[in-house]
Nanobody, 124 residues
Framework: QVQLVESGGGLVQAGGSLRLSCAASGRNFIINDMGWYRQALGKERELVAVATGARKINYADFAKDRFTIARDYAKNTNYLDLANLKPEDTAAYYC??????????????????WGQGTQVTVSS
């Protein structure tokens, strides 16, 4: 199992900024893609940004000019800087990691882990 722990959410006024953090822990694993998703009340979960194993970064259109993802590949951590926040950014933000766990005897088990979510609330 690979566990993800997020932190950094909170209440902020429109135009403000926040930094979200995510740390992965476990044994004998390697992460391929690591990113952030969000889910607003009554809506489906959507991609915000992802840093791939090939060291490429992809953003959702709404995130391109205001959000920045940064990944520390050595420490299995991920950050999302949110700037110029808008009320429509209010959502639970989830860290996601996909990769493989290497077991005894050469077994390789893929994983797709989610954090518990951190709430971002933007007031107008």
């Amino acid at each position: 199992q690979v566990q993800l722990v997020e932190s950094g959410g909170g209440l902020v006024q429109a135009g403000g900024s926040l930094r979200l953090s995510c740390a992965a822990s476990g044994r004998n694993f390697i992460i391929n893609d690591m990113g952030w998703y969000r889910q607003a009340l009554g809506k489906e979960r959507e991609l915000v940004a992802v840093a791939t194993g090939a060291r490429k970064i992809n953003y959702a259109d709404f995130a391109k000019d205001r959000f920045t993802i940064a990944r520390d590949y050595a420490k299995n951590t991920n950050y999302l800087d949110l700037a110029n926040l808008k009320p429509e950014d209010t959502a639970a933000y989830y860290c996601n990691a996909q990769g493989a766990i290497y077991g005894q005897g050469g077994t390789v088990t893929p994983f797709n882990s989610w954090g518990q979510g951190t709430q971002v609330t933007v007031s107008s």
